[in-house]
């Protein structure tokens, strides 16, 4: 999830950060510079074709400006110490510092497109690329556009309907209210199990509705490209409402056989690591719901989240959650998480957020059964509207049959604790 991150991504007062340029008139040459010499009478043939290459002109001036093309991007790395860390064999491998690619916004670049077809009607459309920035390697299964690509159109009247790879209605309406938006990714849930940051949705179908008294709700489906229909298809529905500094939303998501494939509605090749959690990559079928609220008054803003994923089914070859990599103790079946946060972001000034935010994950997998508590905190200091520098620390603890293991880190602790810190730098452009 990647997730577009708002809070300390940008600072309230500056969320349109564009500053306008200044035009500088022409200059009118003087009187006594201008040319004193006489033009022959032009010919009328010649009259004529001026006149029809001034109105072709004059055209393609105006459908140029009904347009726009957009070229977006951000650049985000950052230094991340962590203790604790397992080795490639599973073993104890003590502490490590290394950089990291988008700790706060995911590196990438992109295009908006939009065309005014009158009416209150524009075709829009979006290509997004994501890229490691220490390596310059592509992101989301070395797709050129594996963050998102699609087009649509965009009615003030009766909403918007696009198609192509797009977010979720969880990720749209709860990535920008998340603790992990304000602060960095590694604030994220266990494993990203809702899936912020993980994936995005192929073949899918979008529909986003006008916004009513502050109410708006969103609905979309995406196709298995399959003879079999039911095979990797997904569908989710969402709605949020936002008045007077309150902000609420409501989603649920259905996966039916996801990842089976890299040409259904969830490839294989942009979803959970099947090395790492074969628990989750090989669940038959995924199910999620949450509610989330934020409150901003003065300088502060509150937040209070709950989400509930179901990994129903995975592998019974695949390890458990409960052992290996990831635990002790044992466990078998279907994974189920259950996942509080609550978070406080201040503007201390302008240019200066600080963040702090506790969540709690409870999970199980059969007989096994153990919790998550993660603390975290953070500072961010705007150079200008569009760069800033930041630090962010956490401290996750677990039961004692599972290993602590922060988000945006490579491995798990080997024992129940786990500490972090990264500093960064992040530029918008």
């Known amino acids: 999830?990647?997730?577009?991150?708002?809070?300390?991504?940008?600072?309230?007062?500056?969320?349109?950060a564009d500053e306008s340029q200044r035009l500088l008139a022409p200059q009118r040459p003087s009187r006594s510079t201008r040319s004193s010499c006489t033009l022959s009478p032009v010919p009328r043939r010649l009259e004529k074709a001026f006149l029809a290459l001034l109105g072709f002109s004059a055209t393609t001036g105006i459908a140029h400006a009904q347009s726009s093309v957009t070229l977006f991007g951000i650049l985000d790395g950052g230094i991340l110490y962590v203790n604790n860390m397992k080795n490639t064999a599973g073993g104890p491998g003590g502490s490590v510092v290394q950089t990291l690619s988008g700790p706060l916004l995911a590196p990438r670049w992109g295009l908006r497109i939009g065309e005014d077809l009158g009416g209150g009607l524009r075709a829009i459309a979006q290509l997004e690329n994501g890229f490691d920035q220490f390596s310059g390697a592509s992101l989301q299964g070395g797709r050129l556009f594996g963050r998102q690509a699609w087009v649509g159109?965009?009615?003030?009247?009766?909403?918007?309907?696009?198609?192509?790879?797009?977010y979720s209605a969880l990720q749209d309406f709860f990535?920008?209210?998340?603790?992990?938006a304000s602060l960095t990714g590694s604030a994220l849930h266990p494993m990203d199990n809702e899936g912020f940051l993980t994936y995005r949705t192929?073949?899918?179908?979008?529909?986003?509705?006008?916004?009513?008294?502050?109410?708006?709700?969103?609905?979309?489906y995406a196709f298995s490209n399959s003879t079999n229909f039911a095979n990797n298809r997904s569908w989710n529905v969402g709605?949020?409402?936002?008045?007077?500094?309150l902000q609420l939303a409501a989603v649920y998501?259905?996966?039916?056989q996801p990842a089976i494939d890299t040409t259904g509605a969830t490839p294989s090749d942009s979803y959970f690591n099947p090395a790492k959690m074969p628990f989750l990559s090989s669940a038959k079928n995924v199910q999620e719901w949450g509610l989330t609220g934020r409150y901003t008054f003065d300088n502060a803003t509150l937040g209070l989240m709950y989400t509930n994923t179901h990994f129903d089914n995975p592998s019974p070859t695949a390890s458990s959650l409960f052992s290996s990599w990831t635990g002790s103790g044992g466990g078998n079946?279907?994974?189920?998480f259950e996942n509080i946060e609550g978070s406080v972001s201040y503007n201390f000034k302008p240019w200066l957020i600080g963040g702090i935010a506790q969540s709690y994950t409870h999970a199980t997998q059969g007989a096994g059964a153990g919790n998550y508590w993660q603390t975290t905190v953070g500072v961010s200091y705007f150079l200008s509207k569009r760069t800033n520098v930041y630090a962010d620390a956490f401290y996750q603890k677990t039961s004692k049959n599972l290993n602590a293991w922060i988000p945006l880190t490579a491995s798990p602790s080997s024992t129940n604790t786990q500490v972090a810190a990264v500093f960064g730098l992040c530029h918008r452009f």
Do not use: C, F, W
């Open 253 to 256: 998501v259905r996966l039916s």
């Open 239 to 245: 709605a949020t409402y936002n008045s007077n500094g």
């Open 175 to 180: 990535g920008p209210l998340l603790a992990a």
């Open 1 to 16: 999830m990647n997730i577009e991150k708002v809070g300390k991504g940008m600072p309230r007062s500056s969320m349109n």
């Open 202 to 220: 192929d073949n899918s179908v979008k529909y986003l509705s006008p916004v009513y008294a502050g109410l708006q709700a969103e609905a979309m």
């Open 333 to 336: 079946g279907s994974v189920h």
């Open 153 to 166: 159109l965009s009615s003030t009247q009766y909403g918007t309907l696009t198609m192509g790879r797009q």
